[in-house]
């Protein structure tokens, strides 16, 4: 059973940057797809970005392409979001997701989920 755990959320000015991490456990890292997704207050969940199990391949929503980067450490179990240029619109609390066998940007393709970070962008 994979778990997960978010870190690094808080508040910050728009423009400004923030770097999210998930730490994971329970289960071989590198077998895992790893996504990010937020969900603002009122809102559906949405994807923000994919990652592919040996770090090559990456996906965003085109709201957050250019601003935003996904990467990993398979040797760390550990999956990044390092977002700039921060907008109040990214505000959102954020989670990472493990996919045992598909890559994409479908919530309902991921097995695990973290219990979230919040992020909020002051203007």
């Known amino acids: 059973q994979m778990q997960l755990v978010e870190s690094g959320g808080g508040l910050v000015q728009a423009g400004g940057s923030l770097r999210l991490s998930c730490a994971a456990s329970?289960?071989?890292?590198?077998?895992?797809?790893m996504g990010w997704f937020r969900q603002a207050p009122g809102k559906e969940r949405e994807f923000v970005a994919a990652i592919r199990r040996s770090g090559a391949g990456t996906y965003y929503a085109v709201s957050v392409k250019g601003r935003f980067t996904i990467s990993r450490d398979n040797a760390k179990n550990t999956v990044y979001l390092q977002m700039n240029s921060l907008k109040s619109e990214d505000t959102a609390v954020y989670y990472c997701?493990?996919?045992?066998?598909?890559?994409?940007?479908?919530?309902?393709?991921?097995?695990?989920w973290g219990q979230g970070t919040q992020v909020t962008v002051s203007s």
């Open positions: 329970g289960g071989t890292f590198s077998r895992y797809v």
């Open positions: 997701a493990a996919a045992e066998s598909t890559y994409g940007g479908s919530a309902s393709q991921y097995d695990y």
